[in-house]
Nanobody, 124 residues
Framework: QVQLVESGGGLVQAGGSLRLSCAAS????????VAWFRQAPGKERECVAA????????YYADSVKGRFTISTDNAKNTVYLQMNSLKPEDTGVYYC?????????????????WGQGTQVTVSS
């Protein structure tokens, strides 16, 4: 059974940083894509960053480019999201997701596995 477990969320002031972690177990995702989504209150879930598990091409939403960095550690089967210069609009529940297709996608239905989410709150 595949499990994705996020950690690292919390409360931070605007301009601060957080690093989210997502530990995967149950299978090896090899070169499959993995992504971070976020869902703000009253809004749809959106993809903020994506990468192949083995590294390489990345995707970032325009709203986080230059501030967020997605990375993977294959030895630890963990994907990270380093978030710098945080803004109040970054507040939301952040989810780790993985898919068994080959292409990096940003559409929620294309991801097969999801974590339970971790809350990020950025105060102004």
């Amino acid at each position: 059974q595949v499990q994705l477990v996020e950690s690292g969320g919390g409360l931070v002031q605007a301009g601060g940083s957080l690093r989210l972690s997502c530990a995967a177990s149950g299978r090896t995702f090899s070169s499959y894509p993995v992504a971070w989504f976020r869902q703000a209150p009253g809004k749809e879930r959106e993809c903020v960053a994506a990468i192949r598990w083995s590294g390489g091409n990345t995707y970032y939403a325009d709203s986080v480019k230059g501030r967020f960095t997605i990375s993977t550690d294959n030895a630890k089967n963990t994907v990270y999201l380093q978030m710098n210069s945080l803004k109040p609009e970054d507040t939301g529940v952040y989810y780790c997701a993985a898919r068994t297709g080959l292409a990096i996608t940003i559409a929620t239905p294309t991801y097969d596995y999801w974590g339970q989410g971790t809350q990020v709150t950025v105060s102004s």
